[in-house]
């Protein structure tokens, strides 16, 4: 059985009285807030213009697109970035929280330039390699990984890897769930409501492009519906890919017993566990969400907070599972897999990323929840703030939201004016407005002051 209660691993407020919102004054802010954006980002739309020439969209990455141009950064160091405009802008979106270590981390520099002395890439065995590969299992208590270069890859490996050590080839996946770019996982990303069919059995909605059938989509925290698709189609599912904490939409908790819940059914129907901790990782905790929420996943991926900020990722887990790759049911391949440069990437976060260094980030993090929920009752605004780890997130909906038709239904105008006024105030969200911030390790109680107080300011003008 599982509560709506979120896991007490977690935060998430409890919405007091709250009062709607003037959509008039709501709809001007945000129409000053854009003219202010334009205003002050002469030079970031001048790149955009060059930019757009040569790079569709004028970014290496669709995510980091917004209409009418995004701000183009120069550099950054610690919790702060320079703009080409020459401002600085507070990072809290740290990389999608691929910057845990914070910008230019002294220990991962220092790991960095000694192996610049001794070779960039080897494309044979290493001794930095198997030390990394020895930490990150040491560290996240799985027997077997393999390097890869984005979460993208590791997800579309662990996949294969299950399908290839179970012979069945239907995956099962979360709707709304974001796991990277690989085709099966692109289906019902974040798919439109109008396409998606009924809430408790959702349809699979293939984006453009894609090809491969095969995937049953199914709502986040309700067993009933995984187990209808796990008995439906049993001798044909090879995996069941989740995040432990969906971290694509806000911040999803699992409710108390989910995960305990798939765990028991996937162990029932014989289905292959993936946990998809590209974004939890080291940002849930010092040895990742699997161990924090106490539910082992049989196959697991990793990237963004892994490598100080290095290009890396990797895929691993139970040996039984991983034979695939060692007999070559599932070749895994990459000029660049484990190249000297991520493994000092590796080397450094295992040093850096301690109980003590997280726990400290983590506390700051609690106390930047707690002020704006203070916030938010004060001003009786229709938000929460859920947070998980070193990260968080103001929720704008008066009610949890426990799935993806939840987060859907959630105010999307007031969050894109919230993220604009920092934006304006010199502090850096996530762009998608479906994600949260990062506290690094280079975040001190000054930043968090800042943020508090921007938003003390924003609660200001929603209410004046
Ligand atoms: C949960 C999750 N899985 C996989 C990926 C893909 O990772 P990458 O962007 O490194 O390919 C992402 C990217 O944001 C993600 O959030």
Not at 409 to 429: M, P
Request: glycine residues 8%; proline residues 5%.
């Amino acid at each position: 059985m599982t509560s709506s209660q979120p896991h007490k691993q977690t935060h998430r407020s409890t919405p007091n009285k709250t009062t709607p919102l003037d959509p008039e004054r709501l709809t001007s802010l945000l129409a000053r807030e854009w003219d202010t954006y334009t205003h002050h980002t002469q030079s970031s739309h001048n790149e955009f213009e060059n930019a757009v020439r040569v790079i569709p969209l004028g970014v290496t990455s669709s995510f980091q697109h917004w209409d009418p141009y995004p701000i183009s950064i120069v550099s950054a160091n610690g919790a702060w970035m320079k703009d080409v405009d020459g401002r600085d802008l507070l990072d809290l979106s740290m990389g999608f929280g691929a910057m845990l270590a914070g910008h230019l981390n002294p220990a991962v520099v220092a790991e960095i330039e000694s192996t610049l002395d001794v070779g960039t890439l080897f494309v044979t065995p290493s001794p930095s390699a198997r030390d990394a590969a020895q930490r990150i299992c040491r560290r996240f208590a799985i027997e077997q990984v393999r390097f890869t270069n984005s979460g993208t890859e590791a997800t579309m490996y662990a996949v294969r890897t299950a399908r290839a050590a179970s012979g069945r080839l239907d995956i099962v996946k979360v709707e709304g769930g974001y796991h990277g770019s690989y085709d099966p996982l692109m289906v019902s990303a974040k798919p439109s409501i109008a396409d998606a069919g009924d809430a408790n059995n959702p349809d699979a909605v293939y984006p453009y492009g894609t090809v491969s059938g095969n995937v049953h989509v199914v709502p986040y925290n309700n067993l009933e519906a995984l187990e209808r698709v796990f008995a439906a189609h049993a001798k044909d599912i090879a995996c069941f890919i989740v995040e432990p904490v969906l971290e694509n939409i806000g911040i999803v908790l699992p409710d108390a017993g989910y995960l305990e819940g798939v765990r028991a059914l996937c162990d029932q129907y014989d289905v292959i566990l993936i946990f998809d901790e590209v974004k939890t990782g080291l940002t849930a905790g010092p040895q990742g969400a699997a161990q924090r929420l106490g539910v082992t996943p049989d196959l697991i991926c990793l990237a963004k907070s892994i490598g100080g900020g290095v290009p890396l990722a990797a895929f691993g887990g139970k040996q039984k599972y991983m034979a695939a790759v060692t007999d070559g049911r599932m070749a895994h391949f990459g000029t660049f897999n484990g190249n000297p440069l991520a493994m000092a990437g590796v080397r450094a976060i295992d040093k850096i990323c301690t109980v003590e260094s997280l726990g400290q980030a983590e506390a700051l993090n609690l106390d930047a929840l707690n002020r704006i929920t203070e916030i938010i009752n004060e001003y009786e605004l229709p938000a929460h703030t859920v947070g998980f780890g070193i990260k968080g997130c103001i929720t704008w909906s008066a009610t949890p939201v426990r799935n993806y038709r939840d987060y859907k239904a959630t105010d999307f105008q007031i969050a894109e004016l919230s993220w604009l006024w920092s934006l304006n105030r010199g502090i850096i969200t996530p762009p998608g407005l479906d994600e949260q911030w990062l506290v690094s390790l280079a975040h001190t109680q000054r930043e968090i002051d800042l943020l508090v107080e921007d938003f003390r300011e924003l609660a200001q003008a929603l209410r004046a």
